[in-house]
């Protein structure tokens, strides 16, 4: 397992191509895609080529979205990670929880500790987080975890506010 940091109740690790069911549990809630421009996932094929196509390959500049388990009993309960978006050219912060797993801190926590691992491990000059103006759980954990918000604007179609975190 290719662990990327541990908090005090979450551990992060690498995404691996055995992981689909996983990636399916998440992303075939349709509460929990409501504010992400995305398509359901259906099948286990699917949730493969999202590995092979868009997780795995951050990997190669150590980024990426890294899946979480609760050090407790190990169960998955959600990703977050910081990924490089070309077209912008921004290194994004995100995240995403099984609903059954949400409001208990697990978000606030992760992406705090991911900020941190982008600016001071990874050295980043800056870290953009983004989200759905209705969204107010996600914009919450951003202004938990510090982030300054700069503006709001349409981002691939939806109305967003931005934030960015800096060295
Ligand atoms: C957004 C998301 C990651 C939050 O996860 P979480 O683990 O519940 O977040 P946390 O418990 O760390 O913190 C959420 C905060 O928002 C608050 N919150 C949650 N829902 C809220 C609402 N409807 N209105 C106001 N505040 C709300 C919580 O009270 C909490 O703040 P607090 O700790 O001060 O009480 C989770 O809802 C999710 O996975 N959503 C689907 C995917 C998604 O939208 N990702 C973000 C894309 S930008």
């Known amino acids: 397992m290719h662990i990327i940091f541990e908090t005090p109740r979450l551990l992060l690790r690498r995404f691996t191509l055995d992981d689909t069911g996983l990636l399916l549990d998440l992303n075939s809630d349709p509460e929990v895609l409501k504010y992400l421009h995305e398509p359901l996932l259906t099948d286990h094929n699917h949730a493969r080529q999202i590995l092979t196509d868009i997780i795995l390959p951050q990997y190669e500049k150590d980024l990426g979205r890294w899946a979480i388990h609760v050090k407790d009993d190990m169960r998955f309960v959600g990703w977050c990670g910081l990924k490089y978006r070309p077209e912008i050219d921004e290194i994004d912060l995100g995240y995403r ?43 919450h954990v951003l202004e938990k975890i510090g982030m300054k918000y700069v503006k709001d604007e349409i981002i691939d179609d939806c109305p967003v506010k931005t934030y960015t975190a800096s060295r």
């Open 97 to 139: 929880f099984l609903k059954k797993e949400w409001g208990k801190g697990f978000a606030t926590e992760a992406a705090r500790q991911t900020l941190d691992h982008g600016l001071n491990k990874l050295n980043l000059d800056i870290i953009t987080g983004r989200a759905h103006i209705e969204n107010t759980a996600s914009l």
